[in-house]
């Protein structure tokens, strides 16, 4: 059924509606071929009977594209049928005219339903007046009324209905759009964090470096190693970033495995970083997992830039439904900064359904990270 009505809506509009002028044609000119003419049942119906059927019919081609004015012509064409009544030849449903209606209420403005309604309003006085002063034609009449206002409630229900499409389609739209524009803001809160890690390790390795070339030669070749192997780290994961963005292929994704390569890196650049793990891990969905990384990740990279600290203690705790990640240093506390890392932090912990908490250290010193991530069940 849906391959039948695919193929509908590719067929153009304009050969739809001479199909159905054709259809009309053909319904209105039965009686002219099933009934013979009371009037002269031997010579059958005249040419100028016939011809208001084609005046009926044909103005349904353009219905779409002019729909007031098919109405107009097609109940001028009725009003001309019904002239010749009753020596015409019977017409019991006036097939063009409903289609005519359907099409001003399913196609047509305000402006056009309103000159419409004034339209059909004129003509079903007309006939309330011709069922006046002709009585036996009251269940015609009546009948053909009830007809109109069938045929125009089902136009307006066809327009609602295209109408609450379009506005799903464009509600669609917009929440794509939204996904899209959430995406970028994901991946550049990614590439901040990951630019601003690996940058802070070297700046600091760096620093170190040519002081302890000449004291400590080893704790220098050391400070150059750590360089580069935190700028490979930094290159693996902006491929993998451009990846999502569909410009390179994508590496590894940060998980909470990789936290302990992350801990290490740090803590080979120079700054003691220590990791404690604390109950049973367990996989967790992809997003959990990415953001456990990258508040890590974020956390340490302000114990390097900021905290001036000497050493940072991580702590994972795996708990039965949530996650618990604190991140600890002796440094000098918050430096009044303007905390975008923290932000990006929280909005990380809320995605994920948990919380983030800033504040001094266990002893009172240095600043500490403490978030909560929840719907951790794979």
């Known amino acids: 059924m849906s391959v039948i009505v695919r193929s509908f809506r590719r067929v153009s509009p304009l050969a739809v509606d001479l199909v159905i002028a ?24 005249t040419l100028g009977q016939y011809l208001p059927v084609l005046g009926l ?20 064409a009725t009003g001309a049928y019904l002239l010749n009544d009753p020596d015409t030849a019977p017409q019991p449903i006036p097939y063009a005219l409903l289609i005519a209606i359907y099409t001003v209420a399913a196609y047509g ?23 006046v002063l002709n009585p036996p034609s009251a269940d015609t009449t009546v009948r053909a009324l009830v007809m109109y206002v ?28 939204r996904a899209v524009e959430r ?25 170190a470096g040519p002081l302890a070339v000449r004291p400590a030669p080893e704790r220098a070749e050391a400070a150059f190693d750590a360089i580069a192997a935190t700028g490979r780290e930094a290159m693996d994961q902006l491929r993998r970033l451009l990846g999502l963005l569909g410009t390179s292929s994508p590496g590894a994704p940060p998980t909470v495995a990789r936290i302990e390569a992350l801990v290490h890196s ?17 996989p967790l969905p992809a997003d959990v ?12 990279t302000n114990a390097v830039k900021h905290a001036r600290a000497v050493a940072v203690a991580v702590e994972l705790h795996w708990r039965q439904d949530t996650l618990m990640i604190r991140i600890a240093d002796d440094g000098r506390g918050h430096t009044g900064g303007s905390g ?39």
């Not at 054709?22 to 119906?45: K, Q, S």
């Not at 309103?114 to 007046?129: E, K, P």
């Not at 997992?289 to 340490?300: C, F, G, H, P």
Request: glycine residues 10%; aromatic residues 4%; positive net charge.
């Open 57 to 76: 019919a044909l103005p349904l081609i353009w219905r779409r594209r002019a729909p007031l004015a098919v109405l107009a012509a097609v109940t001028a």
């Open 340 to 378: 975008h890392g923290l932000i990006g932090i929280r909005e990380r912990a809320a995605a994920c359904g948990g919380s983030a908490a800033f504040g001094p250290g266990p002893d009172g010193r240095g600043f500490a990270v403490t978030v909560h991530l929840t719907g951790t069940a794979s």
């Open 183 to 207: 995406e970028r803001t994901a991946i550049a809160r990614d590439m901040h964090d990951l630019l601003g890690h690996a940058i802070s390790l070297i700046v600091v390795q760096a620093e």
């Open 22 to 45: 054709l259809v009309a044609l053909a319904a209105h000119a039965a009686p002219f071929l099933l009934t013979t003419r009371e009037a002269d049942p031997v010579e059958g119906y």
């Open 289 to 300: 997992e990415a953001a456990a990384y990258r508040i890590v990740q974020e956390a340490l």
């Open 150 to 177: 069938a045929a125009w409630a089902m136009g307006r229900a066809t327009a609602n209905r295209r109408t609450h499409a379009r506005q799903i389609e464009r509600d669609k739209q917009r929440e794509a759009e």
């Open 266 to 282: 740090v803590d080979r650049a120079g700054q003691r970083t220590t990791l404690t793990v604390h109950g049973t891990p367990r």
């Open 109 to 131: 403005s305000r402006g056009v339903r309103g000159w419409a309604v004034t339209l059909l309003v004129a003509g079903a006085g007309a006939q309330l007046a011709g069922l």
